[in-house]
T-cell receptor, first 112, second 113 residues
Framework: AQSVAQPEDQVNVAEGNPLTVKCTYS??????LFWYVQYPNRGLQFLLK??????LVKGSYGFEAEFNKSQTSFHLKKPSALVSDSALYFC??????????FGKGTKLSVKP | GAGVSQSPRYKVAKRGQDVALRCDPI?????LFWYQQALGQGPEFLTY????????KSGLPSDRFFAERPEGSVSTLKIQRTQQEDSAVYLC???????????FGQGTRLTVV
């Protein structure tokens, strides 16, 4: 069965520092991987995706993610965090019907 | 419309009451998904439509849950005889044909009291 794991419930970062939100996946075949962000009382917003090609994927709001097949990971990164990046981040893998299978989420807190 | 629209945004139901949640996907999006997000958890897949056909309903937690999309656009998720464990945010998402990126609505927060 396909699944993703987000090992950290919360990540705390100081503004201006680099951030990493971790995600590992388990799939049969080639994975389609996604990152979404959720602000309070808002729906999920697409950040970026990996389908094929370059292992480093660039997305919205300065975020990027690195696909690592040998480590089955797809960590989300940003070189310099902003206070406004504070939100809930979800990693997801595409299921057989095109549905998304989500991790439990990681709360990112960026302090000034 | 510009995005996926869900209504109502908030719903409080007494236990045993029936509820209907509406989703207006982005115009022309063929695929439509419903998810349930419990507090502090990631969204869990409920059901999937391609146009008007419900291709997968394996995620529906019980036969009290029913979804339809009769004309291949607007979808309704109905929950009969609501229970407290049904309290959650219900999210709808749509995908354009040939694409992989899902666009989500703001969700309906259902509270069963």
């Amino acid at each position: 069965a396909q699944s993703v794991a987000q090992p950290e419930d919360q990540v705390n970062v100081a503004e201006g520092n680099p951030l990493t939100v971790k995600c590992t996946y388990s799939v049969s075949g080639n994975p389609y991987l996604f990152w979404y962000v959720q602000y309070p009382n808002r729906g999920l917003q697409f950040l970026l995706k990996y389908i094929t090609g370059d292992n480093l994927v660039k997305g919205s709001y300065g975020f990027e993610a690195e696909f690592n097949k040998s480590q089955t990971s797809f960590h989300l990164k940003k070189p310099s965090a902003l206070v406004s990046d504070s939100a809930l981040y979800f990693c997801a893998v595409r299921g057989s019907q095109g549905n998304l299978i989500f991790g439990k989420g990681t709360k990112l807190s960026v302090k000034p | 419309g510009a995005g996926v629209s869900q209504s109502p945004r908030y719903k409080v139901a007494k236990r045993g009451q029936d509820v209907a949640l509406r989703c207006d996907p982005i115009s022309g999006h063929v695929s439509l998904f419903w998810y349930q997000q419990a507090l502090g958890q990631g969204p869990e897949f409920l059901t999937y439509f391609q146009n008007e056909a419900q291709l997968d309903k394996s995620g529906l937690p019980s036969d009290r849950f029913f979804a339809e999309r009769p004309e291949g656009s607007v979808s309704t998720l109905k929950i009969q005889r609501t229970q407290q464990e049904d309290s959650a945010v219900y999210l709808c998402a749509s995908i354009r044909q040939g694409n992989t990126e899902a666009f989500f609505g703001q969700g309906t927060r259902l509270t069963v009291v």
